[in-house]
């Protein structure tokens, strides 16, 4: 199993689930920019699972080689990678922070999830769950930057699910909503739309066995975003959303 963003809460509890669901990997890939913290996340899946586990340092923000990711191979490829930005109104037109958003979002992070749909093509098998946003759905004012990313990475999804159905690879967006995560930390979010990782993790490995092409994590935010997504513009850009 290939983990890219391994840090995030979510993705911690993917793997975990799919370990307590019986799953057999001969070898978990831990890619992070973080290698510290993941090293205790590593030895925690040694000692409660016996599990073998790899940390790979890798960076979006700096100048990636995939060289190093050659002999990486895998049929289950997750990927929870994101990066809110500054919630800021002073941060919205901020070179620095917009930079920053498309890079981890989107722009650094297509050719890596490129390398290894390419990986699976080869192999004719395997399965990539990456965790795009409700904010890609449609933009809006609160996080414009951030869901044009979003809505990027959900398109490049959809377009490569279609490439690789045929050479026996699945793609699975998930649009997780609002989370209880550190990357959120401090917001005002509805407990009601909110989704604890476990919450998440449950929904997107029910997701993965049930071989769906989308999922929102909470059932809601279909409905939510169907509704969003249908607003007159002319009445939608009056809203404060």
């Keep these: 199993m290939i983990v890219l963003g391994s840090n995030s809460e979510v993705a911690q509890a993917f793997v975990e689930k799919a370990l307590d669901a019986g799953e057999k990997f ?75 958003i498309i890079d981890v979002n989107y722009a650094k992070l297509i050719p890596v999830l490129n390398f290894f749909a390419e990986k699976m093509e080869r192999q004719r098998s395997g399965t990539m769950i990456v965790l795009s946003s409700v904010a890609g759905d449609r933009g809006r004012q609160s996080n414009f930057i951030y869901g044009s990313a979003k809505a990027g990475l959900t398109a490049y999804l959809s377009g490569l699910r279609n490439y690789l159905f045929s050479k026996k690879v699945h793609v699975l967006t998930i649009k997780p909503g609002f989370m209880a995560t550190k990357m959120t930390e401090g917001l005002p979010l509805n407990p009601k739309l909110t989704a604890s990782p476990k919450q998440a993790a449950e929904a997107i490995y029910k997701a993965y066995k049930n071989k769906k092409n989308v999922a929102y994590v909470l059932p809601i935010w279909s409905i939510i975003m169907l509704v969003i997504r249908n607003i007159p513009e002319f009445i939608f850009k009056k809203f404060k959303l």
């Design 26 to 100: 001969s070898k978990i890939f831990l890619l992070t920019s973080n290698k510290e913290t993941t090293e205790k996340f590593s030895k925690h899946l040694e000692v409660k699972y016996i599990q073998q586990s790899e940390i790979i340092e890798l960076d979006l923000l700096q100048e990636l080689d995939f060289n190093m990711l050659d002999d990486i191979n895998s049929h289950l490829l997750f990927c929870a990678t994101g990066y809110l930005g500054e919630g800021t109104e002073e941060g919205l037109y901020d070179d620095r922070n917009t930079k920053k």
